[in-house]
């Protein structure tokens, strides 16, 4: 996992990394949030939430090409809280091409890639 050191507090991180998913038009499909659920049980854990996003346009000819890519869409980042510090994670989607058939969808990838890594830069800062 790529991981990202927030210099704002996870409220601010969040907030700034829904705002920067909304500025570009992309769909937010879910947020997980692991801190709720663990409560809800009973348990104690940090501040963490999943968002998964995207847009079915981008992802959904990988899926045409392998069916099976979809347990990886859509996009997500992992936002959780360490004490005072606040990170930011997510997958290498360049990985994706060897794990399925997408040999042919590099560029997909690649700017799968680079949008993750505007998105986790923008709302780290």
Do not use: C
Request: glycine fraction near 8%; charge should be negative; aromatic fraction near 4%.
């Amino acid at each position: 996992m790529i991981v990202k050191r927030s210099v704002s507090s996870y409220s601010d991180t969040m907030e700034a990394l829904l705002a920067a998913i909304e500025r570009r038009g992309l769909r937010l499909f879910a947020r997980i949030d692991h801190a709720a659920a663990a409560h809800d049980a009973g348990l104690e854990l940090e501040e963490e939430e999943v968002v998964l996003f995207g847009n079915p346009s981008g992802g959904t000819p990988l899926m045409q090409s392998d069916r099976s890519v979809g347990i990886e869409l859509p996009l997500r980042i992992l936002v959780w809280r360490e004490g005072e510090r606040t990170l930011l994670g997510h997958g290498d989607p360049r990985d994706l091409s060897d794990a399925y058939s997408l040999s042919e969808h590099t560029a997909v990838l690649e700017q799968m890639a680079n949008l993750l890594e505007q998105l986790v830069v923008e709302a780290a800062s």
